[in-house]
């Protein structure tokens, strides 16, 4: 949700809204109306007409508690509802106007977890251990405020490199609790990177005839080439 502009615009504005002592004032207050009234004066008019077209569960989940940093936790809103009864709000005009006769009923499912879980694989896991390792290395000899780091992926576990990077070299300024401040910056796609150029120039072809890359069930033990293949994504990064 918070790379839709005026949702990102409308998170942002909360957050400000509630940074420091504000939040105690408003969690302080009786009713939701009580607080529908705190959100309308304090928000600007483009972001309060956002706000006033979601549903009322999806306008209170944009007030709770939330994260470490004071941000509203986008992870906790439940934006397939919300697609859901905007369709069907949709649906209703196009009634209203004569062209649409049909009827809308949804089922939700959360699916955030199943998308991005997987079994690990052989290169997986000996990233992970190799992580580890590397940082029992670092604590070891007094590096500290250091990163574990791996690089030369593409390449055979035995031609890996090992080595620290500096946490600060990672900061990026941004907002929390209402005040600028030096957190790690969120990884996001690289739009000018080789992984998604390799995408927009196949794109249009897969539209039409889809292609999977499907070498099979994860190999722990067997040939080297099969079972410790790096990722799709690196290989395109670093060939």
């Given at each position: 949700m918070e790379f839709v502009p005026e949702f990102s615009v409308l998170i942002h504005e909360i957050n400000e809204l509630?940074?420091?002592?504000?939040?105690?004032?408003?969690?302080?207050l009786?009713?939701?109306?009580?607080?529908?009234?705190?959100?309308?004066?304090?928000?600007?008019?483009e972001s309060m007409s956002v706000f006033a077209i979601l549903p009322e569960s999806i306008q209170q989940q944009l007030f709770l508690e939330r994260d470490p940093h004071g941000n509203v936790q986008v992870s906790l809103i439940e934006s397939e509802k919300l697609f859901s009864a905007l369709v069907k709000d949709k649906?209703?005009?196009?009634?209203?106007?004569?062209?649409?006769?049909?009827?809308?009923?949804?089922l939700h499912h959360f699916l955030g977890y199943e998308g991005r879980c997987a079994f690990p694989s052989n290169f997986d896991s000996d990233y992970c251990y190799s992580l580890g390792y590397n940082a029992?290395?670092?604590?070891?000899?007094?590096?500290?405020?250091?990163?574990?780091?791996?690089?030369?992926?593409k390449n055979p576990a035995n031609?890996?490199?090992?080595?620290?990077?500096?946490?600060?070299?990672m900061m990026n300024i941004e907002r929390r609790h209402g005040e600028d401040k030096p957190v790690i910056k969120k990884a996001l796609v690289d739009l000018e990177g080789k992984p998604f150029k390799f995408f927009e120039a196949h794109r249009e072809e897969w539209a039409v005839d889809t292609c999977f890359v499907y070498p099979g069930a994860i190999q722990y033990y067997g040939p080297v080439e099969v079972c410790d293949i790096t990722t799709k994504t690196?290989?395109?990064?670093?060939?």
């Amino acid at each position: 949700m918070e790379f839709v502009p005026e949702f990102s615009v409308l998170i942002h504005e909360i957050n400000e809204l509630l940074a420091g002592s504000k939040a105690d004032a408003f969690n302080a207050l009786p009713t939701w109306k009580d607080k529908y009234a705190f959100i309308e004066n304090g928000l600007t008019k483009e972001s309060m007409s956002v706000f006033a077209i979601l549903p009322e569960s999806i306008q209170q989940q944009l007030f709770l508690e939330r994260d470490p940093h004071g941000n509203v936790q986008v992870s906790l809103i439940e934006s397939e509802k919300l697609f859901s009864a905007l369709v069907k709000d949709k649906l209703e005009e196009r009634k209203k106007a004569g062209t649409y006769k049909g009827k809308f009923s949804a089922l939700h499912h959360f699916l955030g977890y199943e998308g991005r879980c997987a079994f690990p694989s052989n290169f997986d896991s000996d990233y992970c251990y190799s992580l580890g390792y590397n940082a029992f290395m670092l604590i070891q000899y007094g590096y500290n405020g250091y990163l574990s780091k791996i690089s030369n992926l593409k390449n055979p576990a035995n031609e890996w490199v090992a080595g620290g990077m500096p946490i600060t070299k990672m900061m990026n300024i941004e907002r929390r609790h209402g005040e600028d401040k030096p957190v790690i910056k969120k990884a996001l796609v690289d739009l000018e990177g080789k992984p998604f150029k390799f995408f927009e120039a196949h794109r249009e072809e897969w539209a039409v005839d889809t292609c999977f890359v499907y070498p099979g069930a994860i190999q722990y033990y067997g040939p080297v080439e099969v079972c410790d293949i790096t990722t799709k994504t690196l290989a395109l990064e670093q060939e």
